[in-house]
């Protein structure tokens, strides 16, 4: 079967295209960006990448592709506050026009399960963008699904953070709301099940786990699985802004993120007929086991895709090509030399393995009180962290940094800060030979944004000649 599949960088499209591929189907991939797509599948003869922006639809009518399904996969839920349904609404517009030039069959749609009596701005936006698509004239199957666990998606990490973090909770009122939580298995093996299934064309489905929880209940039965003594108490008083900024200091999320969060928790989320069973044949996971299984794919360091990689998580980055070329006028420049002390391998190891839980090898102390000092400025933060242990891939988010290129091969890894900061900051290791003898190349470029950012720059100096001196000469070594 040939298939369209956009949002194939996102969460679930990572999990999606495996899955694709290993059944033999034909998979086209629309991109914005095709430096950051570099699918961790071993079957990819029958895939194909092309670059296109849904919201600019000159730049798919390029492309001539043929295709039976197409899945809609394209999400913005951090990318504003409450700007959702504009922007929303007009790429599903310029969707649905390329697939009928595409040919497309069917449409199939993941979306957020709805509340009749009350709805969120974020779940409104994804039922504007599914009128827009029953009414494109093409067979069109959405399925709803609630809040999806499996490691690495956002829902997965944040009860992660508060729980292992937090022994005693003082919670917003929200956390006594029920939801109906799925895992990421389930859903991805719900979308399969609908492909060319006319029993479903033109038809909304809710798909969920068996388990209907209250966000207290999703804490309390996580720390059961992790062996965790935990007391929540909630505190009815905390508003609406007080527990954005609650979730903000204590997880990873961007605040921006936390407050679309914060607006769907308030609303009551329950599959009105849980349809995931009679899809796919199989009782579907409940929470406890969709943690368990959660847990397994991240002590083997299996996980395959997480939120934090997807742009939304970014506060600044909309497109990596705009950043990847690295400035030399007006900037500052602190460049390192090491002579490597042990393999070319070992140390690209080394570099391929920095930051995450392994740290920044040198006074990680201060890496860390600049991480604390920019989650209080509104940036992201060290949080973050890294999705695996020691793969890197262009596009993935690497603490308070974003990888711009990753190339193992000639051993060059280029990152673009992603904190707050009056100015554009870019980090740079690379491999080079000098004198017969390999070196490793540590460049840090500062492009200040007026007064202030060479005020910053100086600042800061003092600091650069010990840390990065000190993470150039560990990272050269053994």
């Known amino acids: ?9 996102g969460y679930i499209g990572k999990r999606l295209l495996p899955v694709l591929l290993e059944a033999g189907h034909e998979v086209s991939c629309i991109v914005r960006d095709s430096r950051r797509f570099q699918p961790q599948t071993v079957n990819q003869k029958n895939l194909t990448i092309a670059e296109g ?16 399904v197409a899945f809609y996969l394209v999400h913005s839920m951090s990318s504003a506050i409450d700007s959702f349904e504009e922007m ?8 649905a026009a390329a697939a009928h030039k595409w040919g497309v069959r069917q449409i199939i749609f993941l979306s957020g399960l709805q509340n009749p009596d009350s709805v969120s701005p974020h779940l409104l936006s994804r039922l504007k963008v599914e009128e827009v698509l029953m009414q494109c004239g093409i067979p069109v199957t959405v399925l709803r699904a609630g809040i999806i666990v499996g490691s690495g998606s956002a829902s997965f990490e944040i009860i992660r953070d508060l729980t292992e973090k937090l022994p005693l909770m003082v919670t917003p009122r929200w956390l006594n709301i029920r939801c109906q939580p799925i895992a990421v298995r389930d859903v991805v093996n719900s979308l399969v099940a609908v492909m060319m299934n006319k029993a479903v064309f033109n038809r909304i489905l809710d798909i969920g786990g068996p388990d209907v929880l209250t966000y207290k209940q999703m804490l309390l039965q996580y720390a059961e699985v992790r062996g965790l003594w935990r007391r929540i108490f909630v505190l009815p008083l905390m508003t609406p802004r007080l527990s954005s900024y609650w979730l903000y200091f204590i997880t990873s999320t961007s605040y921006k993120l ?7 928790m308030k609303v009551e989320v329950v599959c009105r007929e849980n349809h995931t069973e009679s899809l796919t044949g199989n009782k579907p996971l409940t929470y406890k086991e969709s943690i368990a299984l ?9 996980v395959v895709s997480s939120w934090k990689d997807a742009l939304i998580s970014s506060s600044k980055l909309s497109n990596l090509q705009a950043y990847i070329s690295v400035p030399v006028h007006g900037c500052f420049h602190d460049l390192r030399e090491t002579a490597v002390k042990c393999s070319r391998e070992q140390v690209i190891s080394n570099i391929w393995s920095v930051g995450g839980e392994k740290g920044w ?11 604390y000092l920019d989650k209080l400025a509104g940036g992201t933060g060290l949080r973050r962290g890294r999705t695996n242990y020691d793969e890197i891939y262009a596009g993935d988010a690497l603490d308070f940094w974003r990888v711009l290129l990753a190339d193992k091969t000639n051993g060059r890894l280029l990152l673009y800060a992603e904190m707050k900061l009056p100015g554009e900051a870019w980090l740079e290791f690379v491999l080079i030979e000098k004198d017969g003898k390999q070196r490793l190349r540590q460049t840090a470029t500062f492009r200040p944004k007026g007064l202030t950012g060479r005020i910053y720059w ?3 100096w003092p600091l650069h000649q010990v840390i990065f001196k000190g993470m150039n ?5 053994a």
Do not use: C
Request: proline content about 1%.
């Open 294 to 302: 959660a847990f397994e794919k991240i002590a083997q360091h299996h």
């Open 1 to 9: 079967m040939r298939i369209i599949l956009s949002g194939a960088t």
């Open 458 to 460: 100086y600042s800061v």
């Open 258 to 264: 936390a407050v679309n969060l914060v607006n769907s």
């Open 53 to 68: 922006d849904f919201l600019l639809p000159e730049t798919l009518d390029k492309h001539k592709i043929q295709a039976d």
């Open 88 to 95: 929303e609404v007009r790429s599903a517009r310029n969707f």
């Open 473 to 477: 000469r560990r990272m050269a070594q």
């Open 361 to 371: 090898y040198y006074a990680n102390f201060l890496w860390k009180m600049r991480g």
